[in-house]
């Protein structure tokens, strides 16, 4: 892709420096931290604009960027992705042009813009080329009407309608001819109907374009719906069908029913049942906006988490350095939870499992999370996951759950950084069959759980509305208390006439918000005072906090705990963090809740010393 100097070019004015050349900086609030900057002068330099800076900055055409493909090869900095720099989207224009100085490129519409448009898909009443200014980028509420995409930077409105065109769009002919879609011409209908979209089958408040011939009415975005794609909510490929049998239908990602008669997506494979809203199949959450017509499946051949040497004795990924061997542990060590799961951080008791060979190396990995796959696709999101064997010295933050915890991680493979999940949530998949319900969960967003009472991802029964968050399913079933000889099991009754008290903290315990139990000795217990607060983190390791270094110890202490620093209580958990200097905490949030009393009280210290 060659860029080629046209003569027109040297004197079109830089997206970046047109607004220094306006004539009166006039501007329109919209919020707090928004408004609208009208461009009210030519996208050509003028003869008062002809100085250093607009001709430092030249423009350079680059012809032939008009589809995906091409754009997907541009050499964008590293961070950096197919955003035009005047509008900020992503959407593909007919050709770019590319500035030297401010090393962006520009859709050739958002260069050549002019201050005001009489555009075909709102003949009312001339648009008025506006930027828009925010303090917060996420704050943006304005979008182009027709396409519906995430608002740039660069907008055409109608201040008497609230009309809003991005420049692409307005300089496109109101009609749309796809085949693929539909056979005639389709017609751009400039007014607002009650009108239902033949494709989706949603009533979203936007334009619709229509077919003339056949009363056919269709959103723009739905026009261009991609034939095959695969999501991550489903293990096969789905195809777009514009209608479905006769029958009731669920869909597969919001759980609501399916109308029939207008589009959706449904699995491939022909004993498959699996379907899904043509809006929630394409949704950026589920899809990773891959069209794959025309693309053969392939089985990614992934790597296996072990070599196996002999029976029972394997070279796992991991531990490199010596070779791991399936067994049982000392009972009297692993009741004493001495041995930690590298993988998953929680104890090792009567499960199988492997240890090192190497007499002094406690390597060790349960069974079941030696064989966590390297590669894995998760309901959570759109781009496969990949296993990251991280050092038990680091910790991370599970975006499922919501918690701290140590030991390995799945990160997103596409390099997505605000994506990890610990092997706990990262097994989760739907349906989901959990212990002590009897109907299946699906995944939502944000449901009450019942147990702990957060509003975060949850899994739901579609029965009975049954509800668990990612951190209440990944308990552990079994669990070892110091004062008990037998292993207490997680229990959840949702009626009962019976009143339950805490053996650790004698206070009641309302049995529908779950609790641990030992079946032998009728011990009952809190789940929060059985497993504290930092569930995920085992003894021995070390993490820095507040810039400083804290050990994470083992709470043996039978007779008198020590005193927390930061709760002012003994501490009761079974595990506690210890600073160097001696300081004592119970839990990771009662070392920040510490530092920031300390740190307000030095900063009240210092303004009084400054006001005296």
Request: hydrophobic content about 30%; aromatic content about 12%.
């Amino acid at each position: 892709m060659d860029s080629i100097n046209h003569p027109l070019s040297s004197r079109l004015l830089c997206p970046a420096i047109r607004t220094k050349y306006l004539k009166n900086q006039c501007c329109k609030d919209i919020g707090e931290k928004d408004f609208l900057l009208i461009i009210d002068n030519s996208y050509y330099i003028s003869d008062a604009e002809e100085d250093e800076s607009s001709y430092s900055h030249q423009l350079l055409p680059l012809l032939g960027c008009n589809n995906r493909e091409t754009i997907a090869n541009i050499p964008f900095p590293i961070g950096e992705v197919a955003y035009c720099g005047a509008c900020r989207s992503c959407t593909i224009g007919t050709t770019y042009y590319f500035c030297k100085e401010c090393d962006k490129w520009y859709h050739k519409e958002c260069v050549e813009s002019p201050s005001m448009l009489k555009s075909p898909y709102h003949p009312k009443h001339s648009l008025m080329l506006h930027k828009w200014v925010s303090k917060h980028m996420a704050s943006m509420r304005l979008g182009c009407l027709t396409c519906v995409t995430e608002p740039g930077c660069l907008i055409y409105q109608c201040s008497i309608c609230n009309f809003s065109l991005d420049p692409i769009c307005a300089t496109k002919p109101p009609f749309i001819n796809h085949n693929r879609t539909h056979e005639h011409t389709l017609y751009f209908l400039p007014r607002k109907f009650d009108l239902i979209c033949d494709i989706c089958g949603d009533d979203h408040n936007t334009l619709f374009f229509v077919c003339l011939q056949c009363d056919f009415f269709v959103h723009k975005w739905c026009i261009y719906l991609p034939h095959i794609i695969k999501i991550c909510r489903h293990e096969h490929r789905l195809s777009f069908a514009s209608s479905l049998m006769s029958q009731k239908w669920v869909c597969g990602v919001c759980r609501t029913n399916i109308d029939s008669n207008y589009g959706a997506y449904s699995c491939m494979k022909g004993d498959c049942m699996y379907v899904v809203h043509s809006r929630c199949a394409t949704s950026k959450h589920v899809w990773d906006g891959r069209e794959l017509e025309g693309q053969p499946e392939v089985n990614d051949s992934i790597k296996p988490p072990f070599e196996e040497m002999i029976d029972g004795i394997i070279l796992h990924y991991s531990h490199l350095e010596h070779h791991l061997r399936l067994g049982y542990k000392d009972v009297k060590i692993c009741n004493d939870e001495k041995i930690y799961c590298q993988a998953c951080a929680q104890p090792i008791y009567d499960d199988k499992a492997y240890t090192c060979m190497e007499m002094r190396c406690d390597y060790a990995l349960h069974e079941a999370c030696a064989y966590l796959p390297r590669m894995i696709t998760h309901a959570l999101h759109a781009h496969s996951l990949s296993l990251e064997a991280s050092c038990t010295q680091t910790m991370h933050f599970c975006n499922a759950c919501k918690s701290e915890f140590f030991g390995f991680k799945y990160v997103c493979s596409n390099g997505c950084e605000d994506v990890t999940l610990d092997v706990r949530c990262a097994s989760i998949y739907e349906p989901y069959s959990h212990s002590f319900h009897r109907h299946p969960l699906f995944i939502t967003d944000t449901d009450r759980c019942l147990i702990c009472g957060r509003c975060v991802s949850s899994l739901t029964c579609d029965e009975c509305g049954f509800t668990l968050c990612f951190g209440c399913t990944t308990l552990p079933y079994k669990v070892r208390y110091m004062n008990d000889e037998h292993l207490l099991t997680f229990s959840y009754e949702k009626d009962t006439s019976g009143v339950y008290w805490c053996d650790l903290c004698e206070r009641t315990i309302n049995s529908s918000n779950g609790f641990y139990k030992c079946n032998e000795c009728e011990v009952i217990l809190h789940i929060g005072c059985l497993l504290g607060e930092d569930l995920y983190m085992n003894p021995g390791s070390r993490i820095t906090l507040r810039g400083t270094e804290f050990s994470i110890v083992q709470n043996n202490a039978h007779v008198t705990r020590p005193i927390c620093n930061g709760c002012q209580r003994r501490c009761q958990y079974r595990i506690m963090f210890l600073a160097f200097s001696g300081e004592i905490y119970c839990s990771v949030r009662d070392i920040c809740i510490y530092h920031f009393k300390m740190n307000f009280r030095r900063s009240l210290h210092y303004l009084q010393m400054d006001i005296d």
